[in-house]
């Protein structure tokens, strides 16, 4: 086996390098085991063999952008947009952000150019359409509302939704992973100082490439953690 693989991406199949390299399967698994034991590969369950690499760890107790954390990391972050559309706001986007036009970008993130998660935005036509594809590739909607967006009030909190599932077909293509592989889906809603929902976004992560982690802190005369209510059964 030769060649390079970026870190973090899901390698062939064995079967697929057994015909690749016209290697018996056992060679191949044998060639595999002396990676892993150099700490090159490691096997998943639902992603098969990967090249081996930490996965980008997202603070869930501070209001920032993953591309900040990436780089505060030493994770080089970038973007790449898929689509960038127009449409009327309805059902829950309407709840969430009111009525009239959005602006909707999908976008690939990059980690040190690899991918790293596809990422949706909602945002009133209103505030994000004065921005370039060239400009939301090149800087995070976050930085670049902060920075012209026509915000009376700046962006102060959000509010996150994680949930565990099986990666899709368009997904999993984008990203580079197999299909119905564990990944996570996260939903952020992002408000004012006023408390207007200014952002909605979901983003697909594939599970081997970030982990979330927080820090819960007990409360004096409580032993319920902070957003839990205990059920008399």
């Not at 030769?2 to 199949?13: E, I």
């Not at 990676?35 to 992603?47: K, N, Y």
């Not at 590739?137 to 102060?156: H, I, M, P, T």
């Amino acid at each position: 086996m030769s060649g390079q693989v970026s870190r973090g991406s899901v390698l062939p199949s064995e079967a697929a390098l057994s015909r690749t390299h016209r290697a018996s399967r056992i060679t191949v698994r044998k060639a595999l085991d002396v990676l892993r034991s150099e700490g090159l590969v490691d096997s998943r369950q639902g992603f098969g063999w990967i090249a081996n690499s930490d996965p980008v760890r997202q603070s869930l107790g501070r209001f920032t952008t993953i591309e900040a954390q990436m780089s505060e990391r030493g994770v080089k972050p970038g973007r790449k947009i898929i689509s960038a559309r127009v449409e009327i706001a309805e059902g829950r986007l309407k709840e969430i952000l009111g009525e009239g036009e959005l602006l909707v970008i999908t976008r690939i993130n990059l980690a040190d150019g690899n991918p790293f998660a596809r990422v949706t935005v909602w945002v009133p036509a209103q505030i994000g359409a004065q921005f370039s594809i060239p400009e939301l590739e090149e800087a995070s909607l976050y930085d670049l509302l902060g920075e012209r967006g026509n915000l009376a009030k700046r962006l102060s909190r959000a509010v996150q939704t994680i949930v565990a599932i099986a990666i899709d077909h368009d997904d999993a293509k984008l990203l580079g992973v197999p299909r119905d592989s564990p990944a996570l889906w996260c939903e952020r809603i992002t408000y004012d100082e006023d408390g207007g929902a200014k952002l909605y976004s979901v983003s697909v992560f594939p599970g081997h490439k970030t982990e979330f982690v927080t820090e819960l802190v007990s409360e004096p005369d409580s032993i319920a953690p902070s957003g839990l209510r205990l059920v008399q059964s």
